[in-house]
């Protein structure tokens, strides 16, 4: 699915960098930096697809000489613990086409240039070919002065400043997202981005009454794997896929994003379902249908999105999911979350209909009665699951006579407001 990343970092001299190297790396090519008397040659480096610059209307010829450019940056900053060059690294669509990728990335550049009046300078980079070949990703490289008829000027201290910069960057976030989620729109996705925390998304959800997505966005940022453990992973999914074989994580951080995602997945799945089945039993009902009928519409259509799997295959799925998350509970995990199970016990908590933990006890292979007195289904009110389960489980025979008695009963009513509009009847 499309996912979201922009951040910014700054080149500076203070941390032993400079910006003719920070270019040269970024686009593959050699550049001599004339203030440190160093040549920075990356010409060997592969999976740069794109790579261009643009400038204000106003700037110098010399703007497009990439080596011109970058020496000019570093002539313009005297101090030793100066801000050369500002970064903006955005994750790419693997979704749309390298045509569509390469124009939202142009237009995020150019709106740069016209916002701030600084030069740019784009590499677009493919995916590793050891890792996630997904990884389509950006490298927007900015003067911090700007860049005008005369060369580079004053700073961007909208940028820099602690009161203008968090706006500003957070306006620039938004951009991005509307860019990506145009050209996802137009390739025909279905899958959107968001720029907003998961906090602030949720609020907007439950602001529009959508407790589907306020659930799913009930969760912890995704933990970050780091080089080390996304390189042992990536060989691990390598391996499983040659051997053919189910992927299991071998480090730590790893287990806690793999299981994390696999409870995302398994949210979605179920969010899909339950959507298809609402709006199955709103056509039948509209079409004249019985409750009852239409509840075996609905739930048809909603085991019909994988005919190979039954209602039960998934129960199992989604158990699973918590068994494995369950088993890793024995190892120290970073920040000592356990982001599977927690969700999926308060959703399954909350369907069951009770305050305790109901639902995942069954999962973890006990009978309803082993909770105590008090909590079987003579004390509460039955969930859905159980009611429609109740309904599958009927034969078909009572469930026809069921829903003619509801047809018997719709149409005696309908007599009876017949009756009490005839004028011609006394009261």
């Not at 339950?274 to 509209?286: Q, V």
Request: include cysteine; glycine fraction near 6%.
């Amino acid at each position: 699915m499309a996912s979201y990343h922009l951040s910014v970092k700054t080149i500076k001299r203070s941390a032993g960098r400079s910006a003719t190297a920070a270019a040269a790396y970024r686009v593959g090519e050699r550049i001599e930096c004339q203030r440190e008397g160093r040549i920075h040659d990356y010409t060997r480096k592969q999976g740069i697809e794109e790579t261009f610059i643009l400038a204000p209307k106003d700037a110098p010829d010399w703007a497009t000489d990439r080596s011109r450019l970058w020496n000019e940056v570093e002539a313009s900053e005297t101090r030793r613990n100066s801000v050369t060059a500002r970064e903006w690294e955005l994750a790419l669509p693997s979704e749309i086409s390298a045509e569509d990728r390469l124009q939202i990335t142009r237009d995020f550049a150019q709106e740069l240039v016209s916002r701030y009046g600084v030069a740019v300078d784009v590499a677009i980079h493919a995916p590793h070919r050891e890792g996630d070949q997904r990884n389509h990703h950006a490298h927007v490289l900015t003067s911090t002065r700007k860049l005008e008829a005369e060369g580079f000027t004053a700073k961007t201290r909208v940028l820099d400043s602690a009161k203008t910069g968090g706006v500003e960057i957070e306006q620039m976030r938004g951009l991005w997202a509307e860019l990506q989620n145009r050209a996802l729109e137009r390739a025909g996705e279905v899958e959107r981005v968001d720029h907003r925390s998961l906090e602030a998304q949720r609020e907007a959800a439950l602001e529009r009454g959508d407790q589907l997505s306020a659930e799913e966005l009930d969760r912890d940022p995704e933990l970050k794997l780091g080089p080390a453990a996304n390189s042992m992973e990536r060989r691990a999914k390598a391996m499983a896929e040659r051997e053919g074989r189910e992927y299991k994580p071998v480090t730590e951080r790893g287990a806690v994003v793999h299981a994390a995602r696999q409870a995302r997945a398994a949210f979605r799945e179920m969010r899909e379902r339950l959507e298809l089945a609402r709006e199955t039993y709103g056509i039948e009902r509209e079409a004249g249908q019985g409750r009852v009928s239409a509840g075996l519409a609905a739930l048809r259509a909603a085991t019909a999105k994988d005919r190979d799997r039954t209602p039960e295959d998934f129960r199992e799925r989604l158990a699973n999911v918590v068994g494995r998350s369950r088993d890793q509970d024995e190892t120290p995990k970073p920040e000592g979350r356990n982001y599977a199970r927690e969700r999926l016990k308060e959703i399954m908590e909350k369907d069951a209909g009770r305050d305790g933990q109901a639902a995942v006890h069954k999962l973890d292979g006990h009978s309803e009665y082993d909770l105590g007195e008090g909590t079987g289904r003579d004390r509460r009110k039955p969930s859905v699951n159980e009611r429609l389960k109740d309904v599958l489980n009927k034969p078909r025979e009572k469930l026809e006579i069921e829903d003619e008695r509801d047809q018997e009963k719709e149409q005696e009513v309908e007599k009876d407001r017949d009756m009490d509009r005839d004028p011609g009847l006394s009261h």
